[in-house]
Each structure stands twice: as structure tokens, then as C-alpha cells.
């Protein structure tokens, strides 16, 4: 098993220092599903929704959590993000949310990604509540990661 970086020799947790590394492009992609009921779907589908336009929503809300993340997520580091896409599309039973982060940085951005997508769909969630309260968020997973020092990885992969 490899070593955990955000734990020192101790087991203390900290946040691992990324000065040394070198400035590279890197990118994420993150997954997820929101599953609803019929009624649900077909308004969003439409525009119904009360609360306004449920993609609009979810896709600002998503880039913002993408932006944000190193405060929300302990040891993170605050990333000069350079690009964060939101691509929502409506499925058979709900909506599938996949969300493309970019950083010329030292360190990754797949926890930018995973936390935009999670915001999306929590966002859906929000929005369409009053129509059904039994959606469920599932699913949520990294697909792929480029750049680095580790390289290249995409779901799949050993």
C-alpha cells in the first residue's frame, strides 16, 4: 500500500507541501447521477420547475464549489483554476452531471471536480424537492486525471 501524504511520520494529518513540485497542466473529470421520479424529469425537462432554470442553477452552483473547494475540503490546496465546465444531461431516470476542471498548478484537481459535481447535483436536488423529495445522488466517481508526477489516469485503469 503507498504511503498516505497527508499524514506525517506521526500519523498527524497536514498538508503536504507541493513548493518542489513543478508547474504543469493537469485536469479532472468527475461523474455523477441524480435519480427522480417521472414528474421530476419532465419538469425540469420543460422548465416548470418554480425555482427557476434548474440548469442554470446547478451548473453556476457546481463551478462555484470547483472554485471553492480548498475551503471546504480540509488540506487542500487553493488552486488557480483555469477552466471548470458543467455538463448536465437529462437520462432515462434523472440527470447525469460530468464536470472538467483545468489548473496550471503543482498539484491536481480532482477534488475541484469531484466537489463541482456533487454541488451540481445537490443543486438539482434543491431545485426539484418540492416535486420529489426521494431523489437519490449516486454514483459520484473521478473518471479521469491528467498531468502530474503520477501521470496520466482514467477509470478503468489498474
Not at 465546465?85 to 484537481?109: C, M, N, P
Amino acid at each position: 500500500m503507498s504511503k498516505l501524504t497527508h499524514l506525517d511520520a506521526d500519523g498527524a494529518a497536514h498538508m503536504v507541501d507541493v513548493s518542489g513540485k513543478a508547474v504543469t497542466s493537469r485536469e479532472a473529470v468527475a461523474e455523477g447521477w441524480i435519480s427522480m421520479s417521472d414528474e421530476a424529469l419532465a419538469a425540469i425537462r420543460a422548465g416548470a420547475v418554480k425555482k427557476g432554470d434548474v440548469f442554470a442553477t446547478a451548473r453556476i452552483a457546481g463551478i462555484m464549489a470547483a472554485k471553492k473547494t480548498s475551503e471546504l475540503i480540509p488540506l487542500c490546496h487553493p488552486l488557480p483554476i483555469t477552466k471548470v465546465s458543467i455538463d448536465l444531461a437529462l437520462e432515462d431516470a434523472g440527470v447525469r452531471a460530468t464536470a472538467l476542471v483545468r489548473v496550471e498548478g503543482q498539484t491536481g484537481v480532482e477534488m475541484e471536480a469531484l466537489t463541482a459535481v456533487s454541488t451540481a447535483l445537490l443543486t438539482i436536488y434543491d431545485m426539484a424537492k418540492a416535486i420529489d423529495k426521494a431523489m437519490v445522488i449516486h454514483d459520484i466517481r473521478l473518471l479521469t486525471k491528467t498531468g502530474g508526477k503520477s501521470g496520466d489516469w482514467h477509470r478503468g485503469d489498474k
